[in-house]
């Protein structure tokens, strides 16, 4: 009896009356109305109609349903990606603010020559430091589409121009040291020449900071023109 008393009052909260009319509407109209229609062929025919009739207003809601759906669903996947991106920016944000990126930094603004910092194997590292989160991390990810060159550049534009001045001769540096184990019969015009040019040819931050530029030349255009010119 108990049991029995539950499954009563189950039904009878508020939240179900609704849908248990629905069902006992839906069992009626296909158990009865068939029973009185179908006596004749035009009872077959009556019940054709109303059929007919009730499957073209069904489709008639459904439409504009799965259109809301969609549209919503749409909404809800930009509003995931722009959290994602902002996100994403946040994380960089919390990067750059550490105090051992700051302490790079700071070494990367204040050396005098590059053989200060390659001499010196904690200040090399501080080096590889830092080109690893401006090239492979903030210039990559705007390159690649990841996050949006107009957010990070609002956020980390002046940083980015004033940290590859700085680790440009750095870089160079640091590659002519490998072309010379790599081709020890070559001179040093040939060697610094390569090395210039595998840096401001392959690292992300250089491509980033050439397209910049050349933004700031063609009348101070908007942000967006950096995705143009990804594009092309």
């Known amino acids: ?11 009878l909260k508020p939240d179900w009356i609704v849908p248990c009319l629905i069902v006992v509407f839906a069992i ?51 509003e995931i990606t722009k959290n994602r991106k902002l996100g994403i920016v946040f994380e960089l944000s919390k990067i750059q603010s550490t105090k051992e990126m700051y302490q ?21 590292f501080q080096r590889r430091m830092v080109s690893d989160f401006w090239n492979n991390m903030v210039a990559w990810a705007v390159l690649e589409g990841i996050v949006e060159p107009e957010v990070i550049r609002s956020r980390f534009e002046q940083a980015m121009k004033d940290v590859w001045v700085r680790l440009r001769p750095l870089e160079i540096a640091k590659r002519i040291e490998i072309e010379r184990r790599d081709h020890p019969d070559w001179d ?3 060697i610094y020449s390569l090395a210039e040019d595998h840096v401001d040819r392959v690292l992300p931050l250089a491509k ?25």
Do not use: C
């Not at 009896?1 to 039904?11: G, P, Q, Y």
């Not at 019940?47 to 504009?64: E, G, K, Q």
């Not at 700071?106 to 194997?121: A, C, F, G, K, M």
């Not at 950096?226 to 594009?231: E, G, S, V």
């Open 208 to 232: 980033l900071y050439r397209i910049m530029n050349e933004e700031a030349v063609t009348d101070n255009k908007r942000p967006t023109q950096i995705q143009r010119n990804l594009t092309v």
């Open 1 to 11: 009896m108990e049991r029995r008393k539950d499954f009563f009052d189950l039904l």
């Open 28 to 78: 009626l109209f296909l158990v009865i109305l068939p029973y009185l229609l179908i006596h004749s062929d035009s009872g077959w025919a009556k019940l054709s109609a109303i059929s007919t009739y009730f499957y073209a207003i069904i489709m008639l809601f459904t439409f504009p349903v799965i259109a809301a759906t969609a549209f919503f669903a749409l909404r809800q996947l930009l």
């Open 188 to 190: 040093d015009e040939r």
């Open 104 to 124: 790079a930094l700071r070494t990367v603004h204040e050396y005098s020559t590059p053989e200060e910092i390659l001499s010196d194997p904690e200040k090399d």
